[in-house]
T-cell receptor
Framework: DVKVTQSSRYLVKRTGEKVFLECVQD?????MFWYRQDPGLGLRLIYF???????EKGDIPEGYSVSREKKERFSLILESASTNQTSMYLC??????????FGQGTRLTVV | SNSVKQTGQITVSEGASVTMNCTYT??????LFWYVEYPSKPLQLLQR?????SKNFGGGNIKDKNSPIVKYSVQVSDSAVYYC?????????????FGKGTKLSVKP
């Protein structure tokens, strides 16, 4: 069964900490995405990647960076976590002829 | 429990009008989103329906409510997957449930 796996289901971090959210897919997909979801706002795109070592800013990249050193792994990095980054984070992957597959989400709380 | 159901696939000819259904059940205060996904692209928001702009102001215990999206005079370029997404702020804030998506194919 193909899947997208996010490393943590729940995380609690302190303000100012550097936070890594990991996402791994086993489908050899070229494209990977990071979204955040907040109540009433739906999904908002943070960053995406079309290939290894490639990255593109989405709609709300401020305060985030990403890393894609290997095709199967796309990491979202919060350089210095802030309380307004408390949210649900969703990773997705896709290929040119298939629709996105989503991970189960990581609920991050910054205190 | 909360749920979202969508029609799997729709094929139409150019110029037709298409209604894509999204039937949801919610125990809280839902916001319903429609997104479109073109191949290899991120999701794009099409429409959002909140309790304030829906006909159901009661809140809580909504069962099998349909919130469709309608596209008129579709073109081949409208071929994509359309997702319905239920965000529910009741109880556990920020619950998010995806429909499986409706694949729209428009033939020339």
């Amino acid at each position: 069964d193909v899947k997208v796996t996010q490393s943590s289901r729940y995380l609690v971090k302190r303000t100012g900490e550097k936070v890594f959210l990991e996402c791994v897919q086993d489908m050899d997909h070229e494209n990977m995405f990071w979204y955040r979801q907040d109540p009433g706002l739906g999904l908002r795109l943070i960053y995406f990647s079309y290939d290894v070592k490639m990255k593109e800013k989405g709609d709300i990249p401020e305060g985030y960076s990403v890393s894609r050193e290997k095709k199967e792994r796309f990491s979202l990095i919060l350089e210095s976590a802030s309380t307004n980054q408390t949210s649900m984070y969703l990773c997705a992957s896709s290929s040119s002829d298939r629709t996105s597959i989503f991970g189960q989400g990581t609920r991050l709380t910054v205190v | 429990s909360n749920s979202v159901k969508q029609t799997g696939q729709i094929t139409v000819s150019e110029g037709a009008s298409v209604t894509m259904n999204c039937t949801y059940t919610s125990t809280g205060y839902p916001t319903l989103f429609w997104y479109v996904e073109y191949p290899s692209k991120p999701l794009q928001l099409l429409q959002r329906e909140t309790m304030e702009n829906s006909k159901n102001f009661g809140g809580g215990n909504i069962k099998d409510k349909n919130s469709p999206i309608v596209k008129y005079s579709v073109q081949v370029s409208d071929s994509a997957v359309y997702y319905c997404l239920l965000g529910d702020c009741g109880g556990s804030q920020g619950n998010l449930i995806f429909g499986k998506g409706t694949k729209l194919s428009v033939k020339p």
